[in-house]
């Protein structure tokens, strides 16, 4: 495992998480686009509309990326897995989440909760840049996916862009960790994300990452508005 200087901030963001849990949807409601752009990676992953698809929701929190994944295969079983109990409770109060089987555990390694697959499709929005170990954490979600299944990761990436990397920095330090103090305040979790989002690989390292892992078929769109360049969706497949 390569030395990260976030390494303890990573292993501290489910306590983090569930010190602003009440407060989360509050922000994230604010940003123009977010549930839209959740609700296309989910629609990219182009899972068959079937009551025997099964998907995994990594990182689901308050259950926003897991509300997409209802809306987009409302006849499939999904599961949401996060390791904040604070960020579940508030999601498992959702109307649309009845039906939605939730799990708190670890992402790095979802098997240890239970979670052995295999599932048609794995979403995991934010949440890759949080682990400790990517690589570790990629090679056991290769395992959990069905042959020939697909995974998707909703994820910020501005490495490879000058551009992106300056909105990104003057949003998140003109918006987002203003908003973050008034809203939650005495937590780090959104200094945190703006250093977090700086330090992920840029566009290219990631998909090359994924490759090396042993996913194929790897791709990657981005969004609109002032997201643009800045989240995609990272799409790969588990060779059939």
Known sequence: ?????????????????????????????CNPGYKKHLRWSAERMQLAPTP?????????????????????????????????????????KKPWARDVRFVCGDAMDPAASGLAGPFDGILMAYGIRNMPDPDL?????????????????HEYSVRDSLRSRMIWNAVALGIIIPAGL????????????RASVNDFD????????????????TRSQTMDGWQSGIVHSFLARRPA
């Open 1 to 29: 495992m390569q030395h990260d200087p976030l390494t303890a901030q990573k292993q501290a963001v489910p306590h983090e998480f569930d010190r602003v849990a009440r407060r989360y949807d509050l922000l994230t409601g």
């Open 52 to 92: 025997d698809t099964e998907i995994l929701d990594l990182c689901c929190g308050t259950g926003l990326s897991t509300e997409a994944l209802v809306k987009t295969y409302p006849r499939a079983r999904i599961v949401g897995l996060d390791a904040s109990a604070g960020m579940l409770a508030v999601a498992a």
């Open 137 to 153: 954490c990629l090679a056991r979600l290769l395992q959990l996916l069905r042959p020939g299944g697909t995974i998707c990761f």
């Open 182 to 193: 008034l809203t939650s305040p005495g937590s780090d979790i959104y200094r945190y994300l």
């Open 202 to 217: 840029g566009v290219a390292a990631f998909e090359v990452r994924l490759a090396h892992a042993g996913f194929t078929n």
